[in-house]
């Protein structure tokens, strides 16, 4: 990669990860569905293709073909724009997670603020969407949005702060490395399990997922703030839900797990990146399939009087713990 | 109290509500009736400040059959099996109900086997539709897409092993047809009991599984406990029955203060709750569970010999003519008391039929505990009420 | 209490009313003007606190009859109240200030028969469209009157 510029390399990498992210999202779905099914003594997609492989395409094709409709009522413009703007930052967060040594597109100085900072910027796509669709349903989805992932991006970020202060730099790659050949961040003793616990806490109350869906409440709100959306928009929308899912079970999967360590040789570590976010994704996912989900009110009391308090006090402690080992390294 | 003199007097205004903002800080909400948490055709329209509901209107009446006009033309023996169609998930009570009714009027005896037949279906029926309450429950509270849905596969699992036994029993799994005046209809095949005893093992040991995934669940806990309080005196003052009222502190059960269809050769407990709110409601119905389970193995190792029906074979269909009077017949169903206040005139057609349906009442009291409670709450409300709107419309 | 106790406190509080013992409930047939007294009577001094159903049977030439039936639910004593309104009337006390439930069950009531009820905070049509013309129960209301499509 040393004899192209810059430019030339980061954007073939840059189309590289977004083609390999797009065929990896379809197969996720594919993946939820069918452990969702096995956990309720079912077997999920199995007719459309060998075990229902092709399922994920033949999804994508209907969506295609079907109708775009935009509600009468419905300010067009925005209501157009809010599936961008919500999926622009689920896929920019890529951006920054390295996944080999020296395989990322742009490794910037600041890694994990930047991934949260972009992450949070879904929120307005998400405004957008419940607001242009002129729909209470809609509108009451879209404020209970809001409130939620304000309240939660906090602890996620304290919660990040743990391995940042472990491993000494913002840089995702110096996380990374700081975890080769050495402990895995999650097995630090107390710190690293609570870090963890609290980080897919908190990361599954972002990203809207079950038990923590009031947004999308099926079962009050049908839907929430898609509710007006069909076709390829939907699709959209679902993908970068999908794709932010994902991206923080990767950057949790850095943070905590020592992303590329594992047995074997080098070259393997990007596999094993990949099987342990898809350990964490399975995890999220069995959260999700088991639990109902509980009141907004009870959502934001866990988040500023339990979860925010407690990666607090956590970021304290590894601070005092790093400041008594001594200098990194030492 | 002069009135105009006339059978149609002017119907009020009629009741059409804008939805839009009022104004003040409230907004109006339409809920169903098509949503996936109505448990059927309801529609509430909630007035909202915020996330709190302040006002409920419930409009009901979208599944309304008339069926006390249907009865009024149509046989003694002809309505039964239209009977099943008020509480369709429960349909055996529904049906038990109008034929007590008419062999109370009509002094027709039923023999002790009938009788026990009657009351296995009635608690097999019982755990049936307690299964679908606890899956539509879950479903709703936690999304069909999440936990929830995983609760409801579960019980509606248990479920088919109950329809499958009444398939092999009476040929059909949802509207039976199974009681006739003066009896049961079909008896029991080869190989029935021992079915059913598995299934009813089977179910029993299920029945831990959801404990151990409901009850220790903080989520679970958080969503239902002092949710939805009714207080005694509203509840016997709406006239609720079932879990509801055993669930509010009332130990009034019809099977032990009423008994019928030898009900009181039987032994079991009342499960009574006194806090009143969801969490109380769920612990009532599965305690009877439990002891549906119970009567079902008494039944099964104690079924008496004998005919099944005083009037077996062609004189099943055979005009009854119920002599003038009156009588109120009532069954403790899964819901509630589901009741039939029938008179006769000495004909083969009823002159009046009310069916008190329990779902009517309990519906009935939704106005008075969802004020005060979030949008979230009047979900898991409803599904601890719930109702069958073939019952609540009929 | 026994029915016997009971049929004589009423006779002593009502001298108008009928009291009819046998069967599961004690029938008390009132006239129209003591029927919210007789309820507020039943549901304190005989402590019937829980209310069952409140429905209207047609008697054609006789005219309507109002039923309801409450119940002491710790005594087991049932009471079923009977009103005829005489032949031509359609109005009736309601019931709404003494027990809450007979809300539903008197506007089902005014649906179905066509019975006013003074007193009643909203009585509008329970179960049928709001544009429904006729009352659907009453003798005189043939089974196959037509009603237009919805639209």
Redesign the interface.
Known sequence: MTDLSPALSALLMGGGVLGALLGLLAYVTLLERKFAARLQSRIGPYRVGPHGLLQPIADGVKLLLKEDLVPASADRTVFNLAPVVFLVPCFLIYATIPFAPGLGVADVSIGVLFFLAVSSMEIVGLFMAGWSSNNKYALLSAMRAVNQIISYDLPFLMAAMVPVLLAGSLRLSDIAMAQQGGLWFVFYPVIGQIGFIAFIVASVAAENRVPFDILEAESELVAGFRVEYSGMKFAMITLSEYAHVIGTSFLAALLFLGAWSGPGPEWLGAVWFLLKALGVFVLITWIRWSFIRIRVDQILQISWKLLLPLTVLLVMVTAIVIVLRGPHGG | MTVPDTMMPETPARAVRTLDYTGSERLTMNMGPQHPSAHGVFRAILELEGERVVGVDAVIGYLHRCHEKLAENLTYVQYPSIASKTDYVAAMTSELAYVMATEGLAKIEVPKRAQYLRVLVAELQRIASHCLWLGTWCMDMGGALGGGATVFLYCIRERELVLDLFESLTGARLLYGFHQIGGVRYDVPDGWSAQCRQTVDLIEQRLVEYEGLLVENAFFQMRTKGVGVISRELAEDVGLSGPLLRGSGVAYDLRRAHPYSSYEDFQFDIPVQPAGDCYARYEVRMVEFRQSIRIIRQILDGLPEGPISSRPGVKSVAQVRVPKGEIYTRVEGPRGEVGCYLIGEGGPKPYRMKWRGASFSNLAVLPHIIPGHSVADVVAIMGSVDPVFGEVDR | MTDTDAGARIAAEFPDVVVTPG???LTITVPVSQWLAFAQFAKGALAC?????L?A??WKDEGLEV?A?VEN?DE?FNL?LKTKLGP????CPSLVSV???A??MER?CFD?F?V?F?GHPD????????????????K?YA?DTPYPPYR
């Open positions: 069967g599961s409930a606190r829980w209310f069952s159903f429905s049977v047609d039923i039936w639910t087991h079923l031509g009337q359609t109005a027990y809450r439930g809300n539903w089902e179905m066509g006013v003074d009585l509008r049509r329970m179960l049928l469209p709001d544009d429904w013309v006729g009352h659907p129960l009453l005189s089974v």
